[in-house]
């Protein structure tokens, strides 16, 4: 898998920070010793805990040494640690556990969630959001489409893993037995992009790595050449020529019983 760019990411940081922004404010905390931001990635989100609780203690968590040291330059006063959160365990008692579009990288996430949700201390948060895209957006489903054709077919005999994200009944039951209260909602966020060319620069930082890191320089120009094809083809022109990206994100705020 290649390298997390902080930078391509951060291209389309406003549509990537506003999920963020409205997670946080369906926190029910007023007060927050301890947070930790799981999957901080260059800081983005990370900036907004701080900006909400500034006496807070917070750290930034995230796999990927690339996007963390973007952080650090972004945040040189917050902790930021290099883990997995598949594993990755509090050394104190947290008071938030955020997550802004990390847990759909998480194998087996519902477990994970499940662990963490746990460790929490009594009237202390998780708050996650997803995106629900893969099953049924075009952005998403053309990846697999396109690469189901000639000649790329043979590199994907093994389907790409993607965590699917479960309905919300799921995770309702999976935290309740825990949990004194749970909010659970989608949003539906339509990004006005310049065109389907902005649309593969905003999901190639995403979506689209794990398809590129299986395909040489070349094959990796066409296949994107052929992804925007039928993209164009599903993301008509708006009146002033930009495209609709149609995005769902399911969101999940739940405080320990």
């Not at 050394?91 to 087996?108: C, I």
Request: glycine residues 4%; negative net charge.
């Amino acid at each position: 898998m290649p390298a997390w760019s902080p930078t391509q990411y951060l291209k389309f940081a406003d549509e990537r920070s506003r999920p963020a922004r409205d997670l946080l404010a369906a926190v029910p905390l007023n007060a927050v010793r301890r947070a930790v931001d799981i999957g901080c990635g260059p800081g983005n989100s990370t900036e907004l805990l701080a900006e909400r609780f500034p006496g807070a203690e917070i750290t930034g968590l995230d796999s990927s040494p690339e996007m963390l040291d973007a952080a650090r330059k972004r945040l040189p006063g917050v902790t930021f640690v290099e883990a997995d959160v598949a594993t990755w365990v509090p050394e104190a008692p947290v008071d938030l556990l955020y997550a802004n579009a990390t847990f759909q990288w998480v194998p087996d996430h519902q477990a994970v969630l499940k662990r963490l949700f746990s460790a929490l201390p009594a009237g202390g948060a998780l708050a996650i959001q997803v995106p629900d895209n893969v099953a049924s957006e075009p952005s998403h489903t053309l990846m697999r489409a396109v690469a189901s054709e000639a000649p790329w077919a043979p590199k994907f005999r093994v389907p790409i893993a993607r965590e699917t994200i479960g309905k919300p009944a799921d995770y309702y039951n999976l935290l309740q037995p825990q949990a004194a209260r749970i909010d659970i909602w989608h949003t539906l966020y339509n990004h006005p992009l310049a065109d389907v060319g902005a649309l593969v620069e905003m999901v190639r930082s995403t979506g689209l790595r794990p398809y590129l890191a299986r395909l040489e320089e070349d094959e990796q120009a066409r296949f994107l050449e052929r992804y925007t094809e039928r993209l164009a083809e599903a993301y008509p022109p708006l009146a002033d020529g930009r495209v609709l990206l149609r995005f769902p994100r399911l969101f999940i705020v739940a405080v320990r019983a």
